[in-house]
């Protein structure tokens, strides 16, 4: 199982970007999927979740300016990116929780992580 993380680059303050991340090899679903970020000399943080049926849940500070959404038969998540601030500077993760098989152990794959700079 690998996840494909993609979109990130640099961009002005109050731009917007669109981040994907695909699930790809032998598996039979994918569970919830996240975005998570990491600042320099920071922790990860949870950026927004969302389940296989469509149920979002956000970091309160993002809500408005970021929206998580999926497309379950391509097994990917994304994240768009609105109004962007300088502090929205960061890597950014994808992690999913995947059944091998069904009714399976779902174990949690994460992605290699995609660069978010933001300038003013």
């Known amino acids: 199982v690998q996840l494909q993380a993609s979109g990130g680059g640099l961009v002005q303050a109050g731009g917007s970007l669109r981040l994907s991340c695909a699930a790809s090899?032998?598996?039979?679903?994918?569970?919830?999927m996240a975005w998570y970020r990491q600042a320099p000399g920071k922790q990860r943080d949870l950026v927004a979740s969302?389940?296989?049926?469509?149920?979002?849940n956000y970091e309160d500070s993002l809500k408005g300016r970021f929206t998580i959404s999926r497309d379950n038969a391509k097994n990917t998540v994304y994240l768009q990116m609105d109004n962007l601030k300088l502090e929205d500077t960061a890597v950014y993760l994808c992690?999913?929780?995947?059944?091998?098989?069904?009714?399976?152990?779902?174990?949690?794959?994460w992605g290699q992580g995609t660069l978010v700079t933001v300038s003013s």
């Open positions: 992690g999913a929780d995947i059944q091998r098989v069904k009714s399976g152990l779902t174990l949690t794959f």
């Open positions: 090899g032998n598996f039979f679903q994918v569970d919830k």
């Open positions: 969302i389940t296989y049926s469509g149920q979002s």
